[in-house]
């Protein structure tokens, strides 16, 4: 057992610990594979729960960090326009309210998002006229016609039952060359192995904990050349970090009070780490092998 499960997570409501807008953290036993090092939650919610929660989800923490979060997806957009010259397609897995999206649409990319969240992408429709959004779990979305030359997975495939089949879904709906980003919970990063059982990444939602080396791996089982993995930083208020942090027992309950505190908390904001991890990768075409 790497982490026994918080003290009576299994009898909150699911709806209490999901998304940004959760009153409760916690999570149910998290175990490490000894053969290949995944990490991975032992026990989660059935997929008609989860699914169930995701489809009703109206995030309002999420948005009211929407500037916050524009920064961060800012920076991730301009990253990816500078390996593509030549804006293309743009498939945003998990788009949420569609802040990403918008800032690849400020840079001439054609986006299509989706997402299980109809809250999230009504929003996301007004936020993106120019857009495709789609109300869809990644497992039941189809994408016939033209690939996309980018997709971008943030914060979602430790979020799904089966990573393997999301990665054999994108082999449809990706262009041979094309890349594909994730941002991910590193279970490895200096902040979780300091942090251990406090590290705000470990939650009920979250059903894997990805290393470099096993996403790595992931990545090239389904032919993929990770081109770099690096970590991430993102920036939200004062008032975000302590309502974070209010989440959990002990000292760090008490050190969100102190944050709380501080004068103008909602209008100060920080850059600073969490212990995620960005991930970029190619997939390989048929030239790759002549």
Request: hydrophobic fraction near 40%; charged fraction near 25%; glycine fraction near 6%.
């Amino acid at each position: 057992m790497l982490f026994p499960a918080s003290a009576g997570i299994g009898s909150v409501d699911p709806l209490e610990c999901y998304s940004s807008s959760r009153t409760q953290s916690g999570h149910f036993d998290i175990v490490r594979c000894d053969a290949c090092g995944l990490v991975r939650s032992l026990h989660r919610d059935d997929i008609k729960t989860r699914q169930q929660v995701y489809a009703r989800l109206e995030d309002l923490v999420y948005e009211e960090e929407s500037e916050n979060r524009q920064a961060t997806f800012h920076r991730r957009a301009a990253i990816i326009s500078r390996e593509f010259p030549h804006p293309g397609r743009l498939l945003d897995v998990g788009c949420s309210t569609g802040l990403f999206a918008a800032e690849a649409a400020k840079l001439g990319w054609q986006v299509t998002g989706i997402d299980p969240s109809a809250w999230a992408v009504s929003i996301a429709r007004q936020r993106v006229p120019s857009g495709e959004f789609f109300s869809t779990p990644v497992e039941s979305a189809s994408f016939p016609g033209s690939p996309f030359d980018v997709i971008v997975l943030w914060d979602l495939l430790e979020h799904v039952d089966h990573p393997r089949e999301v990665l054999s879904r994108l082999d449809r709906w990706i262009k041979p060359d094309g890349h594909i980003h994730l941002d991910l919970p590193n279970i490895d990063s200096l902040i979780a192995r300091v942090m251990g059982r406090y590290w705000p990444m470990l939650l009920r939602e979250h059903l894997w904990y990805f290393s470099p080396k096993t996403i790595s791996c992931l990545l090239q089982e389904y032919g993929y050349e990770v081109l770099r993995i690096q970590s991430n930083r993102v920036r939200f208020s004062f008032e975000n970090i302590g309502r974070r942090l209010s989440q959990y027992p002990g000292f760090i309950h008490s050190i969100s009070n102190r944050i709380s505190s501080v004068a103008g908390a909602d209008r100060i904001s920080i850059w600073f780490p969490t212990g995620e991890m960005e991930v970029a990768a190619r997939k390989h075409s048929a030239a790759d092998n002549d």
